[in-house]
């Protein structure tokens, strides 16, 4: 019930299902519920909404994570309204600077009685049509383009989903109201013609008093571009990240490294298999394990072994004599387990992160070969673990975290694995992959029969966990291009106008011995200072933005001022490449033409 109090619920739910946890508890850590609170550990349940475990799963503290992020969401919302916006302004734009065209239309309806509310009206008719005609067209875009938005989303949208009629009435609702908005200042603009003037050859002015409409329209130029440089910076950032995180040293061999699944379903089998495996020609080592990178998330309580303060939490995995070297994982201190040794049930290695956080005393850490040596309780029981070796750190998870403190207990020992098995196998360089996962099919086969055989490579499931962050770089890309394209269209609208409207003065001024690099400075040198104008603008806006995406990577790039100067060369140099051809154009008219008229 929607209206029930969350309080009751979670005062009914503990004695409903107190059994259960009993069991589980005793089933993973060997202990009854009594027992596991009086040790000092303790247990939470969270009340998680439906609607929120796809999109803010940690966030409710969900333990199967987030399957997707709301965050981007919003960047996605936020950049389509951007996009919106960068058509409406050059909808305004254009439909403004070519108002001469339709002055005497205003003069001659105003003349004949029409007054400037019904103008408005019309022209926001006309307005609100093309926006509507832009809808059909868009449709028609999304039909063709649905199959390669589904490949960089990896969903699976169908056109008649788009088509329900919730979000036609949504789409047609938009974009009447996005028509209105976007024919608002032209009308404002067009119907404040003083009748008399609108008859003039020339744009007629208007008064003083009034709305700066060429400074409006100036602004709008600005936003135009702030938003494309703004969006070439981020997707810089972006895809130095991407490229920061895939160079990145995790601390073990991630190339190579094919993952062998279900290995729990063969039991005791697992030597059997792994031997098997060994004899094929690609394949150099095999281990086993009940979790690996980026995936070790089995936690637990750890204390130091006779000290009173208090434990810790560290995270665990449990391998077999092979794991350790099969990985690289690099022991710098002591050494790994002993092959085939009933010794190593008792031992444990910790990597460095733990080893900094486990409570020692001060007389421990003063011994030579600290930590060697020394004991730790894991799971606030009994038996405890020696220490015979420390791995140097490495990513556990992704580069999202930092390093998290990490105990590795031997297969043999009393710690609890989890459900799971996983098989490591190491191959050549120079395997032929095809071949190799048929020779691995081929034994799995003569094992576990017809279990399933499920495997994965490593380095694929290192990429997965910025699968995200890759779709976010490709859609940012598409926009910003999007982007750049609108706005070099309107500046091209505008610069048009501006020859149009200046052509007498350019036969002038060519007339009068002025070179084409005068006329073509003369006619670019308003539009580049807003230009730089947007560039300026842009670049604090952009670094805010990607700084703060940054901050959910531990590790992370450093911004360099650099980036923010090539998005605004490279917008610059877009916009006076547009620039350059149609003032070019107009400088090498014949000045002779342009003069005829009068």
């Known amino acids: 019930n929607e209206n029930a109090s969350i309080e009751s619920?979670?005062?009914?739910?503990?004695?409903?299902?107190?059994?259960?946890?009993?069991a589980n508890l005793y089933a993973a850590f060997g202990t009854t519920g009594t027992e596991f609170t009086n040790s000092g550990r303790s247990w939470n349940m969270y009340f998680t909404p439906v609607t929120d475990i796809h999109l803010k799963a940690t966030e409710a503290g969900n333990r199967i994570g987030v399957v997707s992020d709301i965050f981007y969401v919003y960047v996605f919302s936020a950049i389509a309204l951007l996009i919106i916006a960068l058509a409406c302004i050059n909808f305004m734009n254009l439909s403004s600077a070519r108002s001469v065209y339709r002055a005497k239309e205003v003069g001659i309806r105003k003349t004949l009685g029409s007054r400037k509310e019904s103008l408005i009206g019309q022209f926001l008719m006309e307005s609100v049509l093309f926006a509507f005609i832009s809808l059909i067209i868009a449709y028609l875009v999304v039909w063709l383009v649905i199959p390669s938005f589904n490949e960089i989303s990896a969903k699976q949208l169908t056109f008649a989903q788009i088509l329900t009629p919730s979000s036609l009435l949504s789409a047609i609702g938009i974009a009447g109201i996005l028509g209105i908005i976007a024919g608002l200042y032209p009308a404002l603009y067009l119907t404040s013609f003083n009748p008399i003037e609108s008859f003039k050859s020339s744009l007629p002015s208007i008064s003083q008093n009034k709305l700066s409409f060429s400074g409006l329209r100036n602004f709008l130029v600005v936003f135009q571009f702030a938003i494309s440089v703004m969006l070439i910076s981020c997707s810089i950032i972006i895809y130095q990240q991407l490229a920061f995180i895939q160079s990145t040293d995790l601390g073990f061999d991630k190339e190579n490294i094919l993952i062998l699944e279900n290995v729990e379903k063969i039991g005791a089998q697992t030597e059997s298999l792994k031997q098997l495996l060994l004899q094929e020609a690609p394949i150099k080592e095999v281990a086993e394990s009940n979790a690996l990178p980026p995936n070790i998330w089995y936690e637990d309580f750890a204390g130091v072994y006779g000290s009173d303060a208090p434990e810790v939490t560290i995270n665990s995995m449990v391998v077999d004599d092979d794991l350790i070297s099969t990985m690289g994982f690099n022991i710098s201190i002591g050494r790994a387990f002993n092959q085939r040794s009933e010794s190593n049930a008792k031992y444990v290695i910790l990597n460095q992160t733990a080893v900094n956080q486990l409570p020692w005393s001060d007389s421990a850490k003063e011994n030579e070969f600290f930590p060697l040596g020394e004991f730790i309780l894991f799971g606030g029981n009994e038996p405890k673990y020696e220490v015979i070796g420390v791995v140097d750190d490495f990513n556990s998870a992704s580069l999202h975290y930092d390093v998290l403190p990490l105990a590795i207990f031997h297969e043999a020992s009393d710690v609890w694995a989890g459900p799971n098995r996983f098989l490591t196998i190491k191959f050549d360089n120079n395997a032929n992959l095809n071949e190799l996962i048929a020779s691995v099919q081929r034994q799995w086969k003569s094992i576990a029969r017809d279990m399933p055989f499920e495997f994965s490579f490593l380095d694929d499931q290192l990429y997965v966990q910025y699968q995200s962050e890759q779709r976010v770089a490709k859609v940012v890309s598409i926009f910003t291009a999007l982007a750049i394209f609108i706005a070099i269209l309107g500046l091209v609208g505008l610069i048009s106008f501006s020859i149009e409207k200046k052509t007498k003065e350019i036969g002038v001024r060519k007339i009068l011995g002025a070179s084409t690099s005068n006329i073509i400075l003369l006619l670019s040198k308003?539009?580049?200072?807003?230009?730089?104008?947007?560039?300026?603008?842009?670049?604090?806006?952009?670094?805010?933005?990607m700084?703060?995406?940054?901050?959910?990577?531990?590790?992370?790039?450093?911004?360099?001022?650099?980036?923010?100067?090539?998005?605004?060369?490279?917008?610059l140099f877009l916009a006076w490449l547009a620039l350059s051809y149609q003032t070019t154009k107009a400088a090498l008219q014949n000045p002779v033409k342009s003069l005829r008229s009068d």
Do not use: H
């Open 526 to 545: 308003d539009l580049i200072k807003l230009i730089l104008c947007a560039i300026l603008i842009a670049t604090p806006v952009a670094w805010f933005m």
């Open 9 to 22: 619920v979670r005062n009914k739910i503990p004695s409903s299902i107190a059994e259960d946890i009993e």
């Open 547 to 571: 700084n703060n995406w940054l901050q959910d990577f531990v590790y992370r790039i450093d911004i360099n001022f650099l980036v923010f100067l090539l998005s605004g060369f490279g917008a």
